[in-house]
């Protein structure tokens, strides 16, 4: 285990936000922030500088990817690197993700034991 990383989860839905932040926390030993909004967690990641996002692609309001261009679009928020948590698996979405910059997404759902091994993977949080 590699620090205590800080993680944000912005996810509109209540039992995936809680899965994924019991298993950062519990495997991955990290800070982990929850928003239930894209403009929750804009407003969070921009107060908490945290390490790493992961966030839901469909959201109602505004959705992942209208989240993370105004990430991006922040000097605040624009560093921080994105992980998107998505149903989403069609080769053509992960071509448009890639495309607007994202380093990767992870499949929901995804299995909570392998979660914090997946983000350090990605993110090459290796020790």
């Known amino acids: 285990m590699v620090g205590a990383k800080r993680i944000l989860i ?57 989240t993370f261009q105004q990430l991006q679009a922040n000097p605040a928020t624009g560093h921080i690197p994105v992980i998107l948590l998505t149903a989403k698996v069609q080769s053509a979405d992960r071509q448009r993700f890639a495309q607007l910059g994202m380093i990767a997404a992870i499949d929901k759902p995804f299995d909570p034991m392998e979660l914090a091994d997946r983000v350090t993977e990605i993110l090459g949080w290796n020790c």
Do not use: F
């Open 10 to 66: 912005i996810d509109d839905e209540d039992d995936i936000r809680e899965v994924a932040q019991l298993s950062l926390e519990a495997v991955g030993g990290w800070e982990v922030a929850t928003a239930a909004s894209g403009m929750e967690g804009l407003e969070k990641a921009a107060a908490e500088q945290p390490d790493a996002i992961l966030l839901d692609v469909m959201m109602p309001d505004m959705d992942g990817i209208a």
